[in-house]
């Protein structure tokens, strides 16, 4: 079967980045959201993008916003919907919001359209039935896009075998490595690994036998990586990584998270607030003399 | 305290770097060995890395060579801890055998000796009593001096606080990233944080959740980096990671303990033995193509 028409349920910051790299590689892209200034801030996040891949890859600026220009930006479902190949849903990571979504989308999609969702924690298999089509419904999780490359594609137990090879082809045309999650998992393959060591990390911290600076420069100097676990936290949200840690039973998780609860409660949620574990736009790890 | 004269006990691997480190950092050394041949090799070993030094970095041949020149290679105790500011120990990593080397250097050290060890999970205040002087006792634990420029001032209960400060200063003497590790702590604060995300993989792929390469490509291609966690297995050793996984207690640790010891038992060490998870020299994550 081949893709043509791509369509990406939710305008957020993941589902604008799906959408553009889908137009940049060629697909005919309609994105979807119910909130319609959610799609003018999606058109905007998409420009800036372009802008700042002009400058950072080869990307021609003029070819870039082109591409923006074909997207079909839209509040309406069947047309969302219509002639789609494959739909990648981003939608609110709340598992009633993805059930209303996939139940209305599972009854207007055209037969063919194969079904997809880009749920960071939750498992494709909590979606499928409601979607009416569990054979043609599979994970497919993109983490960034344009910095981290790697697209997840992770089938639940009903999925058709035939759908994989597809989606693989499929991640490939956008520029992404795919690595199969071959059993449902609620952190991929990546996600597992990396809330691994920032639990370490966490625990190095709330045992008090590290400081979270040399706790960031022993991971940082060791891998010659730009952040350490700290750093990385930062960027990923303290409240993301609170949700995360506190569904963890064990007492060093326990710990941590209520750690970041006392961060989240102060209203330093990371990077995305100006302070976390550090104070943006400058951060201490980012200063020159950091690793001397 | 001003550290002049540092004397380096075992010729291994780490010994061998740290005490080159030392001589190109401009303090006299000594490096003693019980096994003579042991230091033949150590000479070799600085030789090599001094050739490699002046490709890769700024380093020039001779004035490497001349500081190799100056160091003095001895398998006689008295002769070797002559005059010593500071002791860094890196013999086997064996409890009785780093006792012995102790209770020795304890007797034959001048009083003004600082003493140190290097161990990797084994903790200062197992030799600080039997060395004589434990509140000159530390561990100060270098990574791999060259590349992984880290290196952690681990203090034991007994440990004079004022050492840190000393340490601390030797350590960036020695172009390292010094790092405090507050409390006992086998893994220090990186190999903590590296056995935790390193037991992550070991899980996806005991479970089957991920391929060896999948999981790999996962960690390559978020974070950047030259290699994921079996690549960095094959480096460290199928055997050391062993002996370490196996002493965790849960369940996935102790089975990707015996999924390591069936690679061990086929020979497969990793890089040293030309096969681990990949094959050596050259491994299939090198390949131009591995993330297409």
């Known amino acids: 079967m081949k893709i043509n028409n791509v369509c990406i349920l939710g305008a957020g910051t993941l589902g604008s980045r799906v959408a553009l790299q889908s137009a940049l590689s060629g697909y005919k892209v309609r994105i979807y959201d119910i909130d319609p200034t959610a799609l003018e801030r999606s058109r905007k996040t998409m420009e800036k993008i372009i802008l700042h891949l002009a400058k950072s890859s080869g990307l021609e600026e003029s070819a870039g916003l082109n591409a923006i220009d074909l997207i079909t930006f839209t509040d309406n479902a069947t047309n969302a919907v219509m002639d789609a190949d494959i739909i990648n849903e981003s939608v609110l990571e ?31 298999s909590m979606f499928a039935d409601i979607s009416g089509r569990p054979e043609k419904f599979c994970a497919l999780h ?10 997840d594609i992770m089938p639940h137990p009903g999925t058709d075998a035939n759908l994989i090879p597809i989606l693989d082809s499929f991640g490939k045309s956008l520029e992404q490595v795919p690595v199969l999650v071959k059993k449902e998992n609620p952190g991929y393959l990546f996600n597992s690994m990396l809330m691994a060591f920032i639990g370490a990390a966490g625990k190095l911290l709330t045992k008090e036998i590290g400081s979270i600076e040399d706790i960031d420069k022993s991971w940082m100097v060791n891998f010659h990586m730009p952040k350490g676990p700290f750093g990385i ?27 970041l609860k006392s961060y989240i409660d102060e209203g330093k949620l990371g990077e ?21």
């Open 272 to 292: 995305k607030t100006g302070e976390g574990f550090y104070k943006y736009p400058k951060p201490r790890y980012r200063d020159e003399d950091f690793l001397e």
């Open 94 to 124: 709340d598992i009633e919001v993805k059930n209303q979504v996939w139940e209305l989308f599972g009854k207007i999609a055209p037969e063919k359209t194969i079904f997809t969702t880009n749920t960071s924690y939750l498992l494709p």
């Open 233 to 259: 936290l930062d960027n990923i949200g303290l409240d993301t990584a609170w949700h995360v840690t506190k569904s963890q039973p064990d007492l060093a998780s326990q710990r941590f998270a209520a750690l």
């Open 142 to 151: 993109f983490h960034d896009v344009f910095y981290s490359k790697v697209v």
